[in-house]
């Protein structure tokens, strides 16, 4: 086995739990999407506001435990609004986003299918363009390496105590609305 092997094995065991936990917490149904979709079923907004909550705390802590380094992207904020929007059509036509089509593909669900067969379609373009894309689309309106709390001149852990904040609120709100 090579170097790699074991970063491969360890990816490959993250995304099985990953699609593992999609399914068992209802998130790869069709329905539940779709609910998200028409403000009727807020448990895709719930894992998702979750996992960025939990996920923060996480990787600022092992960042502060000095276990890890933040290796921030640059936020080209034209490529990544055109991003948004065609992975947003794409999720409102198929009815699910990458993870939770993987997931439900994996569960048998055949309408998935066509959704890789797009994200694979969508990948080898992309690939093909990257070139010209690179060069004009993606250094369009580019803020750099840029965070939150450094845009805002505060500590992440700020950042992160009002998004919690925030979250727990909203999940408060939301259980009462129904």
Do not use: N
């Given at each position: 086995?090579?170097?790699?092997?074991?970063?491969?094995?360890?990816?490959?065991?993250?995304?099985?739990?990953?699609?593992?936990?999609l399914q068992k917490g209802h998130v790869?149904?069709?329905?539940?999407?779709?609910?998200?979709?028409?403000?009727?079923?807020?448990?895709?907004?719930?894992?998702?506001?979750?996992?960025?909550?939990?996920?923060?705390?996480g990787v600022y802590t092992l960042k502060?435990?000095?276990?890890?380094?933040?290796?921030?992207?640059?936020?080209?904020?034209?490529?990544?609004?055109?991003?948004?929007?065609?992975?947003?059509?794409?999720?409102?036509?198929?009815?699910?986003?990458?993870?939770?089509?993987?997931?439900?593909?994996?569960?048998?669900?055949?309408?998935?299918?066509?959704?890789?067969?797009?994200?694979?379609?969508?990948?080898?373009?992309?690939?093909?363009?990257?070139?010209?894309?690179?060069?004009?689309?993606m250094k369009w309106y580019d803020l750099?390496?840029?965070?939150?709390?450094?845009?805002?001149?505060?500590?992440?852990?700020?950042?992160?105590?009002?998004?919690?904040?925030?979250?727990?609120?909203?999940?408060?709100?939301?259980?009462?609305?129904?």
């Amino acid at each position: 086995m090579t170097d790699t092997a074991p970063r491969l094995l360890l990816g490959l065991f993250t995304g099985f739990l990953f699609g593992f936990f999609l399914q068992k917490g209802h998130v790869a149904k069709f329905r539940v999407i779709v609910g998200q979709f028409l403000l009727r079923d807020f448990t895709v907004l719930k894992t998702m506001l979750t996992a960025i909550v939990v996920g923060g705390i996480g990787v600022y802590t092992l960042k502060w435990m000095g276990l890890a380094a933040l290796h921030v992207k640059p936020a080209p904020l034209i490529a990544v609004t055109l991003g948004g929007l065609v992975f947003g059509v794409g999720m409102v036509l198929l009815g699910y986003c990458p993870g939770t089509g993987v997931a439900a593909a994996a569960e048998g669900q055949r309408d998935a299918l066509f959704g890789i067969l797009g994200m694979f379609a969508g990948s080898a373009i992309f690939a093909e363009f990257y070139g010209l894309l690179s060069s004009t689309l993606m250094k369009w309106y580019d803020l750099g390496p840029v965070t939150i709390s450094g845009l805002l001149g505060v500590p992440a852990w700020s950042v992160l105590a009002v998004l919690t904040a925030g979250a727990l609120l909203l999940f408060r709100r939301l259980e009462r609305a129904r």
